[in-house]
């Protein structure tokens, strides 16, 4: 049982035989055929298939096995002079051999990942107008919205189920990009690919080009985005509206992520779409899942409840509110009631403390501290500073998604070491340069207010830590780990929702997960995230759980899969990197 609605695109088809063996139906043939990213195979094409499909010839006369493509292009990876350059090197080889490409960052993923996603990627988005090449993806713009139909239309794949979009108003720690933003989504679907078993010919990225608020690309006459300034208010819902609405008429099964949305309209997205058409924003849910994750697996390294956790979320944006709501119902899902999961949460933005009765921001409340709950402390400004929170709420955890680089103070982190014998600090900011604290730092500096040791996790990889003989793994709270499961299991089920308890289920698995193979291991019992050479193990074992909880949910519409074996079921709908045997068709309709 495959997921997926009959023909994929109008070049090709995905078929069994009668042995059960998948092959590709072809609808071309010649030069089209080593043109098209999804069909090429380059050297390996057997020499019956470059005989019958026209382009004998038109090669190099030896037949290559895929491995052996992939050890070559390692090679050429790892010759490239910098990280930018990598980038290059592997989005090239992405527009010209897609099965190629995914062969070769499945094998390398721990060292590719930081390439093809953060903090790499970062990079790209800002030089993206200077770096492009070639396209991918759809772009929605106030000009063309008009012709959504006929846009969705243009795009070659039949049965889109997974759509990453992006209107780059708030992209990684570096904000607005415009255009840019487009590499953030086809960054995203490569991982669901590489890192979750999606297939890439049922993926979509999605850049819905508002125009910029950035002086600098206005100003640039390179710069391949729209030069106006950025839509708000009605006019912008209106390009999201028909967006929406063109995708759902083409593509009913789809599921959008939305991706990198500012605070102002991230939560109105959310909301104004989530039940229109399964959706949801990784920035907010992700986030969130995975820092709540780890929470969870420092508290069993810890050996201490999370209920017994006071703290500290600096950063208030988009991603700060959804790690904040997320902890808060892991709380209370551990037996707090919401009063008191407030409580002992501490939710910071630029201004201080953000406090019921004070703070103006409508999509703060729920997370916002009680009045009461300060009282009796002694503040010098309206509201208590990062500090005066540290001194007077004695917090056991610190989580910074500020993209501040520097924030976490020597101070700050001395004084979070003075009251807990193993804090819990987490700098997640994106990319590396915006980090609150590098983990060197945190781990000195704790050693200076006498502990000497902390659990802590970043955004962005860093290298092990080592002091005095020891060595701390620095866990990466990467949201890869979350997303690809996540949208795998949607996709499978079909869900005509994503709800609030999938989200929170991801962040369960991936906890068990941790705690199973690693926090289990006396060598490894710092590390609160597995490595990201897991990622696709990970996706499956939080694929299987929210698609279990979305047919118990009754989220999940497709018919007949409750009684199906899960693993098999999900192993089996995993694309993987392998080149079919190709079969000539006659071209649909």
């Not at 759509?163 to 679907?189: N, P």
């Not at 991982?191 to 819905?208: E, I, Q």
């Amino acid at each position: 049982m495959t997921y997926r609605t009959p023909t994929l695109s109008p070049f090709f088809d995905l078929k069994v035989d009668d042995n059960k063996q998948k092959y590709l139906e072809i609808y071309s043939r010649g030069i089209e055929i080593l043109r098209l990213t999804a069909l090429n195979k380059g050297t390996a094409f057997t020499e019956e298939e470059r005989i019958e499909f026209g382009f004998e010839g038109l090669l190099p006369p030896v037949v290559v096995k895929l491995k052996d493509q992939v050890n070559r292009l390692y090679v050429g990876f790892t010759s490239q002079a910098s990280d930018i350059a990598k980038y290059q090197f592997l989005r090239a080889v992405q527009e010209r051999n897609e099965v190629l490409f995914y062969a070769l960052i499945s094998k390398y993923l721990e060292e590719m990942m930081p390439i093809i996603y953060t903090p790499t990627v970062g990079k790209a988005v800002q030089q993206y107008s200077s770096l492009y090449r070639s396209p991918r993806g759809l772009t929605f713009t106030a000009n063309n919205i008009c012709r959504a139909d006929s846009i969705v239309g243009n795009y070659p794949w039949n049965d889109v189920r997974m759509i990453v979009a992006t209107d780059s108003s708030a992209i990684l720690g570096i904000g607005d990009q415009g255009h840019g933003g487009l590499a953030i989504s086809i960054g995203k679907l490569a991982l669901y690919t590489a890192g979750g078993g999606l297939s890439p010919y049922n993926t979509l990225a999605v850049n819905l080009d508002v125009g910029t608020d950035r002086q600098e690309l206005l100003e640039d006459e390179g710069y391949l985005g729209e030069h106006e300034k950025r839509l708000t208010g009605d006019a912008y819902f209106k390009i999201i509206d028909q967006f929406v609405d063109a995708v759902k008429k083409r593509w009913p099964k789809a599921i959008i992520q939305w991706e990198d949305f500012a605070k102002d309209v991230a939560f109105t997205v959310l909301e104004r779409y989530k039940d229109k058409l399964a959706s949801f924003n990784d920035d907010i849910q992700g986030t969130g899942a995975v820092v709540l994750s780890g929470l969870l697996s420092a508290c069993k390294i810890k050996g201490e409840p999370l209920v017994e956790q006071r703290i500290v979320v600096v950063g208030a944006g988009a991603g700060g509110v959804g790690v904040a709501k997320l902890i808060q119902d892991g709380l209370v899902r551990e037996g707090l009631t919401r009063e008191q999961a407030r409580k002992q949460m501490f939710i910071l933005d630029e201004f201080g403390l953000v406090i019921e009765g004070i703070c103006p921001d409508e999509y703060k409340e729920p997370i916002m501290q009680f009045p009461e709950s300060y009282e009796n402390w002694e503040v010098e400004g309206k509201v208590p500073s990062l500090m005066e929170v540290i001194n007077q709420a004695k917090p056991t955890i610190l989580l910074g998604l500020t993209g501040v680089s520097g924030l976490f103070t020597q101070n700050v982190i001395e004084e979070m070491a003075k009251n807990n014998n193993l804090p819990i600090i987490f700098p997640l900011s994106n990319p590396t340069s915006n980090v609150e604290a590098v983990p060197e730092d945190i781990y000195q500096w704790c050693a200076n207010a006498g502990t000497g040791n902390a659990i802590v996790a970043s955004g962005s990889p860093f290298a092990d830590v080592i002091m005095d003989g020891k060595c701390f793994k620095i866990g990466q709270g990467n949201n890869a780990f979350i997303f690809p499961g996540l949208g795998f299991a949607s996709v499978l089920g079909e869900c005509t929702k994503i709800t609030d308890s999938m989200i929170i289920e991801s962040a369960y698995a991936l906890a068990e997960y941790t705690e199973k193979y690693y926090i289990h291991n006396a060598k490894q019992k710092s590390q609160i995230y597995p490595p990201i050479s897991d990622l696709q193990s990970v996706s499956m074992f939080i694929t299987k759980r929210v698609l279990e909880l979305a047919i118990k949910e009754g989220t999940a519409s497709r018919q007949g899969i409750a009684s199906l074996n899960m693993e098999k079921f999900i192993e089996d709908n995993a694309w993987k990197a392998q080149y079919l045997p190709f079969k000539a068709g006659e071209k649909p309709g």
